[in-house]
Nanobody
C-alpha cells in the first residue's frame, strides 16, 4: 500500500506560479514511477507529467511543456510539480498517482492522492 497526500493548491492570478507537493508513505517510494494528472471542471481526468524512479527522466503533456516541471526527492518520499506561467485553462483538481510500467506509458497505477484544487483567475 502507498498513501499519497497532495498539498500546495490554491487561487492564483494568470501568469503566476504554484508548487504542488505529493507526500508518500507506505512501501518504498523510489520503486514507483510517479505522475501528476488533472481534472478540469466538467472534463475527464488527463495526464500532466511523469517522472521515473530516479528522477533522471521526465515527460509532459503538450499543454504544459515549458511551463511545468516535475521533480522528486526520494529521501523525502515526495514528488513535486512546479507550475509557472499559469493560465486560466490550467484550472483543475490536480492528483498525484503512481504510474504503470514500463516507462513512457503515462498510465495511472493503483494509488492516487485525494487531489488539490488549483484555480487560475484571468
Amino acid at each position: 500500500q502507498v498513501h499519497l497526500v497532495e498539498s500546495g493548491g490554491g487561487l492564483v492570478q494568470a501568469g503566476g506560479s504554484l508548487r504542488l507537493s505529493c507526500a508518500a508513505s507506505g512501501r518504498t517510494f523510489s520503486a514507483y514511477l510517479m505522475g501528476w494528472f488533472r481534472q478540469p471542471p466538467g472534463k475527464e481526468r488527463e495526464f500532466v507529467a511523469a517522472i521515473n524512479w530516479s528522477g533522471s527522466s521526465t515527460r509532459y503533456a503538450d499543454p504544459v511543456k515549458g511551463r511545468f516541471t516535475i521533480s522528486r526527492d526520494n529521501a523525502k518520499n515526495t514528488v513535486y510539480l512546479q507550475m509557472n506561467s499559469l493560465k486560466p485553462e490550467d484550472t483543475a483538481v490536480y492528483y498525484c498517482a503512481t504510474l504503470r510500467g514500463p516507462w513512457g506509458r503515462d498510465q495511472p497505477g493503483n494509488y492516487w492522492g485525494q487531489g488539490t484544487q488549483v484555480t487560475v483567475s484571468s
